[in-house]
């Protein structure tokens, strides 16, 4: 089994700047891609980036520019700085990784609980 641990979320000012991370941990061989998702109340959950083991990375057009994502193999942990954030960036930012348990193994996606991101106007 594999725990996502979300952290960094908190209500900031719109034009501020909040660093997420994300933390994987249990029975971990190795993780494929590492995303971030957020849902905002009454909408759909929807993709804000992602990043392959290698670090080819993948944006949302909404947050192109603004947001990066990083990880850190060593630590299997995920980040994603927001910077220029506006009032419409506000949801639950939720992490998603695509872990192989076992060397041969197929490759299980897990579920973070989330983090809010509240940005004032």
């Known amino acids: 089994q594999v725990q996502l641990v979300e952290s960094g979320g908190d209500l900031v000012q719109a034009g501020g700047s909040l660093r997420l991370s994300c933390a994987a941990s249990?029975?971990?061989?190795?993780?494929?891609?590492m995303a971030w998702y957020r849902q905002a109340p009454g909408k759909q959950r929807e993709s804000v980036a992602a990043?392959?083991?290698?670090?080819?990375?993948y944006y949302a057009d909404s947050v192109k520019g603004r947001f990066t994502i990083s990880r850190d193999n060593a630590k299997n942990t995920v980040y994603l700085q927001m910077n220029s954030l506006k009032p419409e960036d506000t949801a639950a930012y939720v992490c998603n990784s695509r872990v192989v348990g076992n060397p041969g193994g197929y490759e299980v996606g897990y579920w973070g609980q989330g983090t809010q991101v509240t940005v004032s106007s």
């Open positions: 249990g029975r971990i061989f190795s993780i494929n891609v």
């Open positions: 990043i392959t083991a290698d670090g080819t990375t």
